[in-house]
Structure formats: structure tokens, C-alpha cells
């Protein structure tokens, strides 16, 4: 089993569907974190949950919305997305140290969510 | 501020000859630096991290990096490449004290090729 499974693995949408992106992680992390890799683009972090609470939201349109209703699991709802919003997907998690805040660096990635917007 | 630059989007080499793949990066405080690697299709997987320790960081299918403080590198290597190593790497630098992920700053990438 991999620690950070994401569904589905290929989604093709239209610009006025609404769907969602589904993260489960099984390492026992406190935080979680969405990613959008484009093309020729560097990696982009989308939201940040840490301790099942939005701690970073990187000017991210509001036609992408996170869940995150407990430690285990991330959502990505997607409604009235547009052509360029096709990437990956990728879901993280993370151990997140309470007291100190502090976040060494080392992701766990899922394989990501490929998402096609017609 | 801190930043990482991957010196070649492109590297191409024979199997069995050795692998460079070369990372620079900036930053105000002492970083974190990390490899991912990204084989078609699947998520980011840790190849290997320094975290201010030994500045020689061994990691997984033969890789190491050595953290150069007054060349500001990072450069990934590999004595002999194997088909399976084709794949897309990435640099990462932290700062190790921020609570952020917003402080983990990916570069753009390098694609390796492994000819037969």
C-alpha cells in the first residue's frame, strides 16, 4: 500500500462540471498540501493544511477549493475550471513538528491527479 | 529570499558512464536541500537530504550529493547510470526553521536521458 494515494488517476472535465480530487495518506502525518505541476513550469504549491487547518492559500482562484475534514484526508474541489487549469495534481503530506513549527523539507508525494479541462 | 536554479533542463548520458546533474541555489540562512526524482506518471519520491550534517549525503539507488557551502551547490551524482534512472529530478531548498511549506523552494527540473 503507498502511503499517499490519489483518485482519480485521470480525470477529463468540462469548463462548467464540478468534480473533486481525493487525497488519503496512511503515513500518520499532521499536515498535507496540494501542488500543481504544469509543463514547463516549476512545481506551485496551492494549499497548505497543517493539523487539519489552512495555513497557506498561494492566490489560488476560488474555482479550486480544499477540504481537509481529518489528518488523513485532502480534497480538491474544482468548479467552472478553464483550459490552462489541465496539470497534475500532486498531494503531499508531511510531519510537522507542533511545538517548533518546523517542517523539514522531506514530502511524500501520491502520483497525482492528471486533469484535462476541454 | 532563497532560491535554486538547475543548471541543465536536459542531460543525456550512456549507461554505465557517470551522472552529474548540477544544482545551485541562494539563501539568507543555513537551507535544507533535497533530490526528488519523478519517473512518467507517478508522484515526487526523496532521492536524498542534507540537513546540515555531513556535507557528503548518500541516498537511494546509488545517488549522493555533496553541499558545497562556498560554491553555493548542490549537485546530484552517480557513478554509473542505469536505464532506470531515466527520470526528472528536482532540487529543493528549505529553511529548516520555517513552520511553511511555503519556504520549500522547488527548481525547474532536469530531465535525464539514459542511452542504451
Known amino acids: 500500500e503507498t502511503g499517499v494515494t490519489q483518485t482519480p488517476r485521470h480525470l477529463v472535465m468540462g469548463m462548467t462540471n464540478k468534480k473533486s480530487l481525493k487525497c488519503e495518506q496512511h503515513?500518520?502525518?499532521?499536515?498535507m498540501y496540494w501542488y500543481k505541476q504544469s509543463a514547463k513550469k516549476p512545481l506551485e504549491l496551492m494549499f497548505v493544511?497543517?493539523?487539519?487547518?489552512?495555513?497557506e492559500n498561494n492566490s489560488v482562484p476560488s474555482r479550486f477549493s480544499p477540504e481537509c475534514p481529518n489528518s488523513s484526508h485532502l480534497f480538491l474541489h474544482l468548479h467552472t475550471l478553464q483550459p490552462e487549469d489541465s496539470a497534475l495534481y500532486l498531494c503531499?503530506?508531511?510531519?510537522?513538528?507542533?511545538?517548533?513549527?518546523?517542517?523539514?523539507?522531506?514530502?511524500?508525494f501520491g502520483e497525482g491527479s492528471r486533469l484535462t479541462v476541454l | 529570499a532563497q532560491s535554486v536554479t538547475q543548471l541543465d533542463s536536459h542531460v543525456s548520458v550512456s549507461e554505465g558512464t557517470p551522472v552529474l546533474l548540477r544544482c545551485n541555489y541562494s539563501?539568507?540562512?543555513?537551507?535544507?536541500l533535497f533530490w526528488y526524482v519523478q519517473h512518467p506518471n507517478k508522484g515526487l519520491q526523496l532521492l536524498l537530504k542534507?540537513?546540515?550534517?555531513?556535507?557528503l549525503v548518500k541516498g537511494i539507488n546509488g545517488f549522493e550529493a555533496e553541499f558545497k557551502k562556498s560554491e553555493t551547490s548542490f549537485h546530484l551524482t552517480k557513478p554509473s547510470a542505469h536505464m532506470s534512472d531515466a527520470a526528472e529530478y528536482f532540487c529543493?531548498?528549505?529553511?529548516?526553521?520555517?513552520?511553511?511549506?511555503?519556504?520549500?523552494?522547488f527548481g525547474s527540473g532536469t530531465q535525464l536521458t539514459v542511452l542504451p
Open positions: 539563501s539568507s540562512y543555513s537551507p535544507s
Open positions: 493544511y497543517n493539523f487539519k487547518e489552512q495555513t
Open positions: 542534507y540537513t546540515s550534517a555531513a556535507t
Open positions: 503515513l500518520g502525518h499532521n499536515a
Open positions: 529543493v531548498v528549505s529553511l529548516i526553521s520555517s513552520g511553511s511549506a511555503r519556504q520549500l523552494t
Open positions: 503531499a503530506s508531511s510531519q510537522v513538528k507542533r511545538l517548533a513549527g518546523v517542517h523539514t523539507g522531506e514530502l511524500f
